[in-house]
């Protein structure tokens, strides 16, 4: 007779968070298509990985609230805002970059380097984003953090919420939420600091003369941010995003994940002190790396869509090989590939470099050359003609032929420019503004830094100039070693002289 033993029933029937995830893989048992969240109790860990994700937890968050803040000296009447979407001025702002609308394809091009990064770091060292810098992950080790303060660590968690209510386990609990909701009203406080005047918002925000839409948003964000975080947690991980179904075409056998080596740590169970090691594997089935979780699983089952490859399971299994005198790393960051070389008994090999990481390199490297050599060579002054579209032209009392363009020069730098307007592709023609009087060269017009000068130019030309009913021109803008070129066409209408 065989007896089988459901190792799975045995390790969670005491820890809730191992019986979250079965809960998850079987379903509702009585066949419901949906079933409550089982709450989640993370014990801290303590370790490498830990404090890397502490050090990026104030690292980004000191970016996120403090990025708005920062001043940067720009002409009279513009925005000294270092970083700045202005919707207003139809302008976005980064240091000393400036975009206008019309190039918003930079924006595109930064969406694109950014995506083929993310491929990148996840076909070589998996969901390092999910694990450490996703606004999720981050926010949430935030309301973790809040929660362990008032409510202390995993165990003490559990029994507080067992806990019939009391005044204790009311100052603990509302303190918590509220300073949930105050991290979640910051939150979406500062987003709306990118998109208008930090100090100014924040004078009149508290006053209600900010704008409706400065409202609304910290309202949404408010909100978002104290349920995703506070609440939903791994759910937003699991069921929201779509990240973790993406990651599984651009992970393969030789993709870094936190894994669990089988080939070293079965058999498991329980040890003894003064017992042998031999004929057993290293892991004494303590559920360490389960109770530190924040996603609530069990990583020696193998590789799961919930895991974020945070690391702190490798955190809590090297404390515990530390204290049996055991090499660490029995969880560690390693390839499906090389922990099936361990097993035949192979040399682990390592292959980083690989057609799909060539792949990604190769596209991210020609979409940051493109961008870079597009920024380099971008113009900083857009010139557009716009030739009148009724009348053609004017035929003038002495026959001479008139026609009417509109000029939009757009200084996109933050000196006032003088710029110098000429004009080839016809004979012996003069230029003339309203109020002006006409010019036989070029003329010159002024415009402000970051503004966009609207110039009505008429060109005459003598009649016995032009023989031919339209002729290609050329109008040239020129300032210093700024120079564009922008063609258009005269019509004179000399095959009608009538």
């Known amino acids: 007779m065989v007896t089988v033993i459901d ?4 390790s969670t029937a005491h820890d809730p968070a191992s019986a979250a995830a079965v809960a998850r893989g079987k379903g509702d048992a009585k066949g419901g298509l949906y079933k409550p969240r089982t709450p989640i109790y993370p014990k801290l860990a303590h370790g490498r990985w830990r404090t890397i994700k502490w050090v990026m937890l104030v690292l980004t968050l000191g970016v996120y609230y403090g990025a708005p803040w920062i001043r940067w000296h720009r002409p009279d009447g513009l925005p000294q805002q270092a970083i700045l979407v202005d919707f207003t001025g139809r302008r976005f702002y980064f240091f000393f970059i400036q975009l206008w609308p019309q190039e918003v394809y930079f924006i595109t091009g930064l969406l694109v380097m950014a995506a ?42 559990m029994r507080l919420d067992a806990a019939p209510m009391s005044f204790n386990k009311l100052w603990r609990k509302g303190g918590k ?12 406080g500062a987003w709306v600091l990118y998109f208008h005047d930090a100090p100014s918002l924040l004078k009149t925000f508290w006053i209600g003369q900010a704008p409706m839409t400065a409202y609304v948003s910290v309202a949404v964000l408010t909100f978002t941010t104290y349920a995703l975080a ?9 069921y929201l995003c779509p990240w973790p179904r993406i990651q599984g075409a651009m992970l ?18 329980p040890h003894k002190k003064n017992e042998s090691w031999a004929g057993r594997g290293d892991c004494v089935d303590c559920n360490q ?10 990583i020696r089952d193998g590789g799961q869509i919930e895991c974020i490859n945070c690391g702190l399971c490798v955190d809590a299994c090297d404390e515990i090989m530390l204290r049996l005198d055991r090499p660490r790393s029995l969880i560690s960051y390693d390839t499906d590939a090389a922990v099936a070389d361990r097993v035949a008994g192979r040399k682990p090999q390592y292959q980083f470099v690989r057609a799909r990481t060539i792949y990604y390199a190769v596209a991210l490297t020609l979409v940051s050359g493109l961008m870079v050599w597009g920024f380099i060579h971008r113009s900083p002054v857009v ?20 026609d009417g363009y509109t000029l939009k020069i757009a200084n996109r730098s933050f000196q006032r420019q003088t710029y110098q307007v000429s004009l080839t592709g016809l004979p012996n ?8 009087a006409p010019l036989t060269g070029p003329i010159s017009v002024v415009v402000e830094p970051n503004q966009v000068e609207s110039v009505r130019l008429f060109v005459t030309v003598p009649a016995a100039a032009v023989t031919a009913p339209s002729l290609p021109v050329t109008f040239r803008l020129s300032a210093g070693p700024t120079r564009a070129d922008t063609p258009s066409v005269f019509l004179s209408g000399a095959a009608n002289p009538s």
């Not at 939420?177 to 979406?188: E, F, K, R, S």
């Not at 010139?383 to 008139?402: E, W, Y």
């Open 7 to 10: 190792r799975t029933a045995s």
């Open 116 to 157: 083929l990064a993310l491929f990148l770091t996840t076909a070589l060292f998996g969901r390092l984003w999910c694990g450490y810098a996703c606004p999720q992950t981050v926010w949430t080790d935030l309301y973790i953090a809040v929660e362990r303060l008032f409510e202390g660590d995993r165990n003490a968690r």
């Open 177 to 188: 939420h509220l300073a949930w909701l105050a991290i979640a009203m910051v939150t979406g």
């Open 230 to 238: 506070g609440h939903m947690r791994e759910q937003v991980c699991t």
């Open 252 to 269: 393969d056998d030789h993709s870094l994940q936190v894994t669990y080596r089988r080939d070293r740590g079965e058999p498991r169970g």
């Open 289 to 298: 790396c389960v109770v530190v979780c924040p996603m609530g699983i069990d």
């Open 383 to 402: 010139f557009d003609v716009l030739r009148d579209r009724n009348p053609t032209f004017v035929r003038l009392h002495d026959g001479a032929i008139r």
């Open 429 to 436: 023609y003069a230029l003339k503004t309203p109020g002006a």
